[in-house]
């Protein structure tokens, strides 16, 4: 396990498989490096909310908070969630319905036993990041 990771982040998940810690862990470095591409996003805040990682646009205000966890407490799927409350969900089904499981106004679902489509997801992701920015 990285060392890098936050002891809180660790703890979160240290009951999962850990095939499905290592997906969460995957995903944590992808929202981390597409934060880093960025510097409107700024530094992200790690913590928990709802005792799941979560990341923060704290210092620029940019994004809405993303968090990760399994999805539905089911080990063969994790999730990256954003606020129910924005329109993430609907731009992401306009962009991208064929290449992404999308659940309800929160979630990108992921299987556990297949790779994501990264460029996707990357795009997803800096599309919450920079939620605030907008037109």
């Known amino acids: 396990m990285a060392s890098n ?5 660790r703890d979160a998940v240290s009951d ?6 290592d997906k969460l ?4 470095e992808l929202i981390l490096e597409t934060a880093g591409e960025n510097p409107a ?3 992200l ?16 205000k940019s994004g809405t908070t993303i968090r990760i ?13 954003v606020h129910c409350q924005t329109d993430l969900l ?7 319905s064929d290449k992404l499981t999308l659940d309800g106004n929160r979630a990108v679902v992921f299987n556990v036993a297949e790779e994501p489509p990264l460029e996707a997801v ?7 990041l920079t939620y605030h920015l907008k037109d």
């Open 41 to 43: 996003v700024g530094p």
């Open 122 to 128: 990357k795009h997803c992701i800096a599309m919450a």
């Open 25 to 28: 862990f995957s995903l944590r």
């Open 90 to 96: 609907d731009r992401y089904r306009q962009l991208y």
């Open 5 to 9: 990771i936050p002891k809180q982040t």
């Open 45 to 60: 805040d790690e913590t928990l909310k709802w005792g799941e990682p979560s990341f923060l646009t704290s210092a620029t």
């Open 69 to 81: 966890n399994r999805h539905n407490k089911d080990d063969s799927q994790y999730a990256m969630y």
């Open 16 to 21: 999962l498989p850990d095939n499905l810690k």
